[in-house]
């Protein structure tokens, strides 16, 4: 097992090594809602006790993971339109499903913020994740306003469906076990599990057409009338 962490540095990277033993679990087992913070731990080598020490719980640790998620999205995004001017809305719908798709962790995430991460932690570490998710979420609507024909509002909506959308359709597209047996037995229900990434991209690609056509731009500040 490895020491104790003996200044902020250590604890950054004991916190880090962490955070990549939950994601890499998530990946391999298939899910969030596989995980225990004794295989997390266990998996960084660390002593078991010795967790509390950077996250008070289970669901902190998950937060914290969500929370870099967004980042890494936000990130993506603006690789994605680097040096990019007059996306059209089709553009945009491939441009946002790619790059959460490519985050599959995250998306699975997505679905137990709300449910338990962000309310069984205290109040200042829900603060933390309610800002920084809104900070990330921001500058996604920042990058796209100034790279593409859609409006800020028509790009508010198209992202805060493509959060419910991710969410949802990653956990329908991974069954646990169970289901996915089910489905073997009864065919005819394993069309839900569709597969994610074209899917997604489809419903995000109407979406963001249908949002540019029939959602107008607010008009803009100042000019005659101001």
Not at 64 to 80: H, K, V, Y
Request: aromatic share 6%.
């Amino acid at each position: 097992m490895k020491e104790r962490a003996r200044s902020a540095q250590d604890k950054a990277r004991r916190s880090e090594e962490l955070l990549r033993a939950a994601e890499a679990l998530a990946t391999e087992l298939g899910g969030v809602r596989f995980l225990t913070m004794q295989a997390v731990t266990e998996r960084a080598g660390l002593h078991r006790t010795g967790v509390r020490r950077y996250y008070a719980s289970r669901e902190e640790l998950l937060l914290e993971l969500t929370e870099r998620g967004w980042e890494q999205w936000r990130g993506a995004i603006a690789d994605a339109v680097a040096r990019r001017t007059e996306l059209q809305p089709a553009d945009v719908a491939d441009i946002v499903a790619d790059t959460i798709t490519a985050l599959p962790v995250f998306c699975d995430l997505l679905t137990h913020v709300p449910l338990t991460l962000e309310g069984d932690v205290d109040m200042e570490r829900a603060r933390r994740y309610k800002t920084r998710s809104f900070v990330a979420y921001d500058a996604i609507v920042d990058l796209l306003d100034v790279t593409s024909a859609m409006s800020p509002d028509q790009l508010r909506m198209l992202i805060a469906a493509t959060l419910a959308l991710a969410s949802n359709g990653w956990q329908v597209s991974h069954p646990t076990p169970t289901l996915a047996a089910l489905y073997e037995q009864v065919p005819e229900w394993g069309h839900v599990a569709f597969d994610f990434t074209p899917r997604l991209k489809q419903q995000l690609t109407a979406l963001a057409i249908g949002l540019h056509s029939v959602v107008p731009p607010r008009p803009e500040s100042g000019g005659e009338g101001a």
